[in-house]
């Protein structure tokens, strides 16, 4: 079984400070996706990797795919209460041709305070 | 608005009753997934469908739940026999298969309550 692990599961930080999450996993994905959620919705997604040591920018959202394509990293910089939510990453589980279904982690919770 | 659609938003039921979920895809997507999420947890994939073709089902898909895509447009979640341990939020998400990477749009969820 494919398992995508995220850390930390929960963050609490004040507006302004910076923070980095991590999704890791044994298995090489094709591509993978980062979401965020908040209460009553459905995830959204943020950024789709493909190759491994891309590196995509969102406004202050950084996010990296490992060089092996086996793990992932998203930092924030300058945290501000409406980042708060749920962060999740997903894994693309077949390669090349039709995919099949998104491996998703468990969710960062990040909370950020004014 | 022509995201995903799903109701009932809400759903109780008492143990052993029949419920029904139903999803309506963004139009032009072939696939539709469906996905279980408990609270605190990521979303579990349950099963996708390309069209009216169910090409995947989870392990988690026991045979109490069913899903149906019968014209390959809207799609129909059942459980049978419902067990407290069924309680989750059941998210709905489409797109169209003819990208690897395409992004998946999720519907708002139907969450259901076994007591």
């Known amino acids: 079984t494919q398992l995508l692990e995220q850390s930390p599961q929960f963050l609490s930080i004040q507006e302004g400070e910076n923070l980095t999450v991590y999704c890791n996993s044994s298995?090489?994905?094709?591509?993978l996706q980062w979401y965020r959620q908040e209460p009553g919705e459905g995830p959204v997604l943020l950024v789709t990797?493909?190759?491994?040591?891309e590196v995509k920018k969102l406004k202050r959202l950084t996010f990296q795919f490992g060089d092996a394509r086996k793990d992932s990293s998203l930092h924030i910089t300058a945290a501000q209460p409406g980042d708060t939510g749920l962060y999740l990453c997903?894994?693309?589980?077949?390669?090349?041709?039709?995919?099949?279904?998104?491996?998703f982690g468990k969710g960062t919770k990040l909370s950020v305070k004014p | 608005d022509t995201g995903v659609s799903q109701n009932p938003r809400h759903k109780i039921t008492k143990r052993g009753q029949n419920v029904t979920f139903r999803c309506d895809p963004i139009?032009?997507?072939?696939?539709l997934y469906w996905y279980r999420q408990t609270l605190g947890q990521g979303p579990e994939f349950l099963t996708y469908f390309q069209n009216e073709a169910q090409l995947e089902k989870s392990r988690l898909l026991s045979d109490r739940f069913s899903a149906e895509r019968p014209k390959g447009s809207f799609s129909t979640l059942e459980i049978q026999r419902t067990e407290q341990g069924d309680s989750a939020m059941y998210l709905c998400a489409s797109r169209w298969g003819g990208q690897n990477t395409g992004e998946l749009f999720f519907g708002e969820g139907s969450r259901l309550t076994v007591l």
């Open positions: 997903a894994g693309a589980k077949s390669y090349g041709g039709s995919q099949g279904n998104l491996i």
């Open positions: 990797v493909v190759t491994g040591g």
């Open positions: 139009s032009e997507h072939n696939r």
């Open positions: 298995s090489v994905f094709s591509s």
